[in-house]
């Protein structure tokens, strides 16, 4: 069996939930770190109190917005090189079982 055509539409789908997934988790670790340093009192805050915390819990709805983003441009990329090189090579060859 061989891949000879990828659906570019929903090989830039899948991959924008994939990265909008991680870009979740990566937000939470942000988050956490973030809360971390203001209670540790390391932030700088450059006058504005509790702006680590703020960019913490930003990170969580930013991230995965970004993410989703970088992930379904990717995907279209990808999907659009993969079509034009399979065609002239004849695409990725596959055994199931």
């Given at each position: ?66 993410y ?29 079982e």
């Amino acid at each position: 069996m061989v891949i000879k055509h990828i659906g570019v539409w929903s090989l830039a789908r899948v991959l924008a939930i994939i990265y909008a997934v991680i870009g979740i988790v990566i937000g939470f670790f942000v988050a956490f770190f973030s809360l971390i340093s203001a209670a540790a009192g390391t932030v700088a805050d450059a006058g504005v109190p509790g702006l680590g915390m703020i960019f913490g819990f930003g990170a969580i709805f930013i991230l995965p917005i970004m993410y989703g983003i970088i992930g379904l441009v990717g995907g279209l990329i990808v999907g659009l090189i993969y079509n034009a090189i399979a065609g002239s090579v004849g695409g990725i060859e596959i055994e199931l079982e």
